[in-house]
């Protein structure tokens, strides 16, 4: 009746008539739409994407990654096993999920156009952009660079405090110091004292700055040339100059915006260093030293008031094995981690003063509790230096690069871990070196070691078994996780860093816990699934070269690093926790019935670290980096900035 009544269109039409067959036209549409949207939600569980047509028909590199950079939506299987009906979702599901969400609203603030990039900077950071950021920006449009504002916050964490002390005061700072990157007249070298006692990395950071020349004005770029870290000013203090920072905020009008930085006049490339800037003395740092085993009482002033790890004092023993936390940590849900950067806090986590090498007893230490501005590789979330892309990966060495070889197909990949390395991470002792992470991470990752400890003997002083329901897998359930491990678990030390050093790379403390293997060149490593990386004396320089593999990335750390707020894990990587209780429970959910969300992860995180994690995109980093760190130097600084969009827009 519906249809014959809509179709009766024969003959002389009155105005009601009409009307009503136009309410039968309006019906049939509404129908046709929703039934539609059904079929498209099925498509596409994102509906934003289902009208996209380059998306829909696009045929990209991998299942998983589109052309455009936004993520597909990731398989949905519940958690029930193969062929069965799926389960409750399990918590991974959700945290995957969730940071899908969020990495798809980050690369909706992509930048196109240098007007759109000064814009955001501006509305971002309560500033205009400094003097030469138009040639910075042109400089990543002719690279193909991804601009987006929020892959900066760490340059304005990093450099804004400085703007509570004057520039004639910070230039005293580095005036005398021993190992540092200088630029005059566009042309930059480096500067030391002690040459021959020159770490390799140092002319790799050297060659870095080269690269922007003539673009970057007068500076003198002091260098850590220590694994440790260095500068932490207690947190009272560094919050009196945030605060101070935001005060002096201002987006002054264009007419007043100088253009040119202020030059220096105490130096050539010549290397005539006669000619003082100014007959002001140098202001000397007050260096800590020789406190190794008490850096925890250092390191907690950073931490706020309230937090667990202000009030603690370092650990005089450590308990064997170590002390674990007696309750869930703010930063997880469901026993896994959701906020990563809180993961790495140990102000958050006391119990890591003894599970750390860090903050046991580290190789060297040379600390200051007063801000001073030091670029370096990597920090601790407490320290204040000023990072940039650590030295050693922009080395060519495999080990750090990866080399021409990022590894097979996902599915011709054995479907295992592995893992290779020193014992390294601080100064291991006989009477300490249970606490030290990479040791823990060995023993945890050992079949035997575990089938042992599964049978009540006292062998693994490194770590216990969680028994935190969250963490459990069906093979501890059964008493069998020893050898559920050692059915795709190859990790294992190549040497021991022992101390004092013994003869034939034996170490009397640890010959009786674990023993040598061979080493695995990088290459072979991309043939496995699962690449774990974990802290040694500080930051672990193989992460770039893993991120670049096509194998899947497991990371935890207590250490920042330059590229952190471009990265999001659970898309990019999997992170799991310093104290790796939860390493079991996420390599079950991977390796039983969800090697498909693993592929996801590996192949996309492989994807956005060739686009935002190249050597271009540190240069462009750094960069903008020194920039910002002229300026704040500059006695000019006040009225310096970029407004050249704004003239163009009148």
Not at 398 to 425: C, I, M, P, Q, T
Request: with cysteine; hydrophobic share 40%; glycine share 6%.
């Amino acid at each position: 009746m519906f249809a014959k009544r809509l179709l009766a269109w024969g003959g002389a039409f009155s105005n009601a008539s009409i009307r009503q067959r136009l309410k039968y036209l309006v019906a049939v549409g509404l129908v046709a739409f929703v039934l539609s949207l059904i079929v498209l939600n099925d498509r596409w569980p994102n509906p934003a994407n289902a009208f996209d047509y380059a998306r829909a028909h696009a045929k990209p590199s991998n299942p998983y990654v589109d052309p455009d950079h936004r993520p597909r939506p990731r398989p949905n299987h519940g958690s029930g096993s193969a062929g069965s009906a799926p389960g409750p979702r399990h918590a991974i599901d959700k945290l995957a999920d969730d940071a899908q969400v969020r990495f798809r609203q980050l690369l909706g603030k992509r930048a196109d156009t240098l007007e759109q990039a000064a814009s955001r900077y501006r509305e971002r950071r309560g500033r205009h952009p400094p003097p030469g950021f138009d040639a910075w920006f042109q400089a990543a449009q002719n690279t193909s660079a991804i601009i987006v504002e929020d892959f900066f916050d760490r340059i304005y964490h990093d450099i804004n405090p400085f703007w509570a002390i004057e520039p004639a005061i910070l230039r005293r700072m580095v005036k005398d110091e021993q190992h540092f990157i200088r630029v005059r007249d566009g042309k930059a070298w480096f500067v030391s004292d002690h040459l021959e006692m020159r770490q390799p990395w140092v002319q790799r950071w050297t060659e870095l700055v080269q690269e922007m020349m003539p673009f970057l004005p007068d500076l003198d770029m002091v260098l850590n040339v220590m694994d440790e870290t260095r500068v932490l000013v207690p947190w009272e203090e560094i919050n009196k100059y945030v605060a101070e920072e935001q005060r002096q905020r201002s987006l002054f009008p264009p007419v007043e915006a100088v253009s040119e930085y202020t030059k220096y006049r105490n130096a050539s490339a010549d290397g005539d260093d006669a000619t003082a800037e100014d007959d002001e003395p140098a202001i000397k740092v007050d260096w800590i030293s020789g406190e190794q085993n008490i850096y925890w009482d250092h390191y907690r002033v950073t931490c706020p008031p309230n937090s667990p790890g202000r009030n603690v004092s370092s650990l005089k023993t450590l308990e064997r094995p170590p002390q674990y936390p007696h309750r869930a940590m703010p930063f997880t849900v469901d026993g896994f981690v959701e906020n990563f950067t809180a993961s790495a806090d140990p102000c958050l986590q006391p119990h890591l003063r003894g599970m750390h090498g860090t903050f046991i007893e580290s190789v060297s230490m040379a600390t200051t509790h007063s801000l001073f501005p030091l670029f370096a590789g990597c920090k601790l979330p407490g320290n204040n230096e000023i990072l940039i892309p650590a030295g050693m990966i922009l080395d060519s060495y495999d080990l750090f690069s990866g080399g021409d070889s990022h590894g097979g197909d996902w599915a011709e990949k054995k479907n295992e871990l592995v893992w290779r390395g020193v014992a390294s991470g601080g100064r291991h002792k006989d009477e300490n070196w249970w606490g030290f992470q990479r040791l823990r991470f060995i023993q945890m990752m050992n079949g035997t070691a575990v089938s042992l400890v599964e049978s009540g003997e006292e062998v693994a002083a490194t770590f216990r078994i969680s028994e935190l329901p969250q963490h459990q897998v069906q093979a501890q359930k059964d008493g069998s996780l020893g050898k559920w491990l050692s059915g795709f678990s190859n990790a294992a030390f190549i040497r021991f860093e022992c101390f004092p050093q013994q003869e034939n790379s034996s170490c009397f403390y640890l010959d009786p816990y674990m023993e040598l293997k061979e080493s695995i060149h990088m290459k072979e490593q991309y043939d496995y699934k699962f690449l774990p990386d974990i802290d040694g004396n500080s930051y672990s320089g193989r992460f770039r070269a893993f991120m670049r593999s096509t194998s899947l990335v497991l990371k935890s750390t207590i250490y920042a690093e330059w590229h952190d707020d471009r990265l999001v894990p659970w898309v990019h990587f999997v992170p799991f926790d310093n104290t790796y209780a939860d390493i079991y429970a996420i390599l079950e959910y991977y390796l039983h019935g969800h090697d498909e969300e693993a592929q996801m992860i590996a192949d996309e995180g492989r994807d956005w670290a060739e686009k935002v994690m190249r050597r271009e995109d540190m240069k462009l980093y750094v960069w903008r980096l020194l920039l910002e760190y002229a300026r704040v130097m500059d006695p000019a600084r006040d009225r310096l900035g970029y407004v050249g969009d704004l003239w163009a827009s009148e």
